[in-house]
């Protein structure tokens, strides 16, 4: 652009103007102008055949670098900066070690009741009471995990059609002295969803005990109900519905466990109520031991 600008002012230039006296002192301006002009055109192009120069470089630098790792067997498209990425990721097969490709994992194994509780007494005789303290902590969870195992065996093999998924029951502990014992199963049929949750969890028996001390149903100016009260077997529920997640019933089992089945694709409330009706509330009351 600067470029042409110079050109531009050359071609548009009267020397003749040079040697009017009457203009003689414009003449020298102008002159002065032409010199700065020709002074900075030489300097920008002087700068071009640097930048032409570089770029020269550059692309030589290039093609003897891919000509060498082409040499070497390495792809053209490994940078420096990722090809430390790729060795850390792929540490076993650039070292030549073999990478895991599938195993047994770890066999779920609760502790062995018997054998804590007798850890515990000789522990206890001995003085050792941090130690006697863990192995009767130990025998807790082994027993909360014993708990679990027995409700699960006690659900039904399937509700309302819906066959069990026994692959993805599970028992899990979070602490001992029966807080935080978790147990889930699945019922499941093409998109058609029903999953039973037994819990020992605080969070949700409030939110629960919130929604029966007020009393009766929530009632709404406008929209469809979102939760209300009922039964199921003569225990009192809550039942919620969200469009996006499905139904939801929830069942306090004494004072500090709950049932609850989360309904996914369940056509009406009745539905859902019906697949409730499936679980024995009483006998699983009796065995987690609630009042």
């Known amino acids: 652009?600067?470029?042409?600008?110079?050109?531009?002012?050359?071609?548009?230039?009267?020397?003749?103007?040079?040697?009017?006296?009457?203009?003689?002192?414009?003449?020298?301006?102008?002159?002065?102008?032409?010199?700065?002009?020709?002074?900075?055109?030489?300097?920008?192009?002087?700068?071009?055949?640097?930048?032409?120069?570089?770029?020269?470089?550059?692309?030589?630098?290039?093609?003897?670098?891919?000509?060498?790792?082409?040499?070497?067997?390495?792809?053209?498209d490994q940078s420096s900066g990722n090809s430390s990425g790729n060795s850390s990721g792929n540490s076993n097969s650039s070292s030549g070690n073999p990478s895991n490709k599938g195993g047994g994992g770890l066999i779920t194994t609760p502790p062995d009741v018997k054998a804590n509780l007798a850890d515990a007494e000789t522990s206890y005789k001995a003085s050792s009471y941090g130690e006697a303290r863990y192995a009767v902590q130990q025998a807790m969870l082994g027993v909360e995990l014993e708990i679990g195992n027995k409700v699960l065996k006690s659900l039904p093999e399937s509700v309302s059609g819906l066959p069990s998924q026994k692959e993805s029951d599970q028992v899990?502990?979070?602490?001992?002295?029966?807080?935080?014992?978790?147990?889930?199963?699945?019922?499941?049929?093409?998109?058609?969803?029903?999953?039973?949750?037994?819990?020992?969890?605080?969070?949700?028996?409030?939110?629960?005990?919130?929604?029966?001390?007020?009393?009766?149903?929530?009632?709404?100016?406008?929209?469809?109900?979102?939760?209300?009260?009922?039964?199921?077997?003569?225990?009192?529920?809550?039942?919620?519905?969200?469009?996006?997640?499905?139904?939801?019933?929830?069942?306090p089992l004494g004072q500090t466990s709950l049932i609850v089945w989360d309904a996914v694709n369940f056509a009406t409330e009745q539905e859902v109520m019906s697949a409730a009706n499936a679980f024995d509330i009483d006998g699983l009351i009796k065995t987690l031991g609630e009042k």
Do not use: C
């Not at 469009?243 to 929830?250: A, D, N, Q």
């Open 172 to 251: 899990t502990s979070t602490g001992w002295g029966w807080a935080g014992l978790t147990i889930q199963r699945e019922y499941l049929k093409d998109d058609k969803q029903l999953r039973t949750t037994i819990a020992n969890n605080s969070a949700w028996m409030s939110a629960v005990n919130m929604y029966l001390a007020n009393g009766g149903y929530a009632q709404q100016t406008g929209g469809e109900q979102k939760w209300k009260q009922t039964k199921v077997k003569g225990h009192r529920a809550v039942i919620e519905y969200d469009e996006s997640t499905g139904y939801k019933l929830s069942v």
């Open 1 to 76: 652009m600067f470029a042409e600008t110079e050109f531009h002012f050359l071609r548009t230039f009267r020397f003749d103007e040079i040697f009017n006296p009457s203009k003689l002192m414009k003449s020298k301006i102008l002159l002065a102008g032409l010199a700065v002009l020709l002074i900075s055109f030489s300097a920008n192009a002087q700068g071009l055949m640097g930048k032409l120069k570089q770029k020269a470089e550059q692309a030589a630098e290039k093609a003897l670098e891919k000509k060498a790792k082409e040499k070497a067997g390495v792809p053209d």
